[in-house]
């Protein structure tokens, strides 16, 4: 319905607001199926953000090395959801790299703007 959005979580919140649109014009079938389709991304995104990685697979994704990762774990700043010895972090709680690329091709948008507020 309407533009191009950013993001896995930006398409859930089109979704959502299309399906608004779509009651309001009396498609109320049509826009629970939009909201249940929301529903369901945002509950994958959960749970993918939820996953324990292993500071290899961490490193991978968030542009960071991982002696930097095992530093931030030993700081207590990232959590380590793993055991002793054998730390894992939560995807969703990856500090990422500004103007990394992500998994998907699309542009780390939010990275690169906070990226360049931290160099003011």
Excluded: F, I
């Amino acid at each position: 319905m309407n533009g191009p959005v950013a993001g896995l979580g930006g398409l859930a919140a089109q979704w959502l607001a299309d399906a608004a649109v779509l009651r309001h014009r009396g498609a109320t079938v049509q826009a629970e199926l939009l909201e249940q389709c929301a529903g369901e991304l945002e509950a994958a995104e959960r749970e993918r953000g939820l996953e324990a990685l292993s500071l290899e697979q961490a490193a991978a994704e968030s542009g960071y090395s991982y002696s930097q990762l095992q530093k931030l774990v030993a700081a207590g700043t990232l959590a380590n959801v793993g055991e002793p010895h054998r730390p894992r972090v939560r995807r969703g709680e990856l500090p990422r790299k500004a103007g990394r690329v992500e998994r998907d091709g699309e542009p780390d948008l939010a990275g690169a703007v906070l990226g360049r507020r931290g160099a003011r």
